[in-house]
């Protein structure tokens, strides 16, 4: 099974994506998370990642396409993966759609999480990120059960630099600019599915799965 998980900023992607990973036992490929662990390593990568993450803006394509199809060739993803925050424009979703098509495959989903801007701000002001493992939480809507720990693997959260409310609008315009056409784009391809991300999160993750389970 291999999914796209789409999203604007904040509308719970990430969250989603880590919960149907160990329902179906498949890795989760969060681009985003790939540049944090980057920028945390010092890496040039990282170095190169940050300029741009810092200010709200796209990590340049080229810098993104290859990492992804080179993750999507490795053994654990022969039964299929979820990616989380690629693509995230035309031209990733292109590169992506070819390289596929060179190995004869195709994503099987495109899960759209629906969440109105309004709602997005809140969320991030009140969101935690674990530095170990990427799992993110939510002081009210998602807490840990001991403050500031990661309930799955025990090391610290953090306030992700890019959580700022005038870094969150500036995202949420790169997202309606660049990332929202892909909606439309997966439509076409007949592998687009949405789901109202404003619910509760486990009902959110119950449609989400009668979407995969047919
Ligand atoms: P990335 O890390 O992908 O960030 P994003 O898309 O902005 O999305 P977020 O991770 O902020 O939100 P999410 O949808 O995962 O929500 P979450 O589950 O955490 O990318 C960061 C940056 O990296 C980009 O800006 C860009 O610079 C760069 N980048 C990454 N990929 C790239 C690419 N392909 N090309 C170019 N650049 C790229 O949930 C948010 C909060 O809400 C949490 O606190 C959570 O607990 C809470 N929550 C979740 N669900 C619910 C619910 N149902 N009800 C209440 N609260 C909820
Ligand atoms: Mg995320």
Redesign the pocket.
Known sequence: MKIIML??????????AKMIADKFGIPHI????I??ANIKEGTELGKK?KE??DQ????P?EL?CDLVVDRIKQDDCSKGYIL??????IP?AECLTKALADMDDKIDYAIN?DVPDENIVR??S????CVGCGA???IV??PTKTEGICDRCGKELIL?D?DKPETVQK?LT?YHEQTQPLIDYYKEKGALAEVD?????QD?FNGIVKILEG
């Open positions: 999203g604007a900023p904040g509308a719970g992607k990430g969250t989603q969060s681009t985003g998370d540049f944090r990642a741009y993450m709200g803006a796209l990590v394509d993104t989380d925050g690629f693509p995230r424009t990733q999480v969320r991030m009140g969101r935690r990120a993110t939480y939510h809507y998602n992700r890019d995202r790169v991300g404003t619910q509760d999160m959110v």
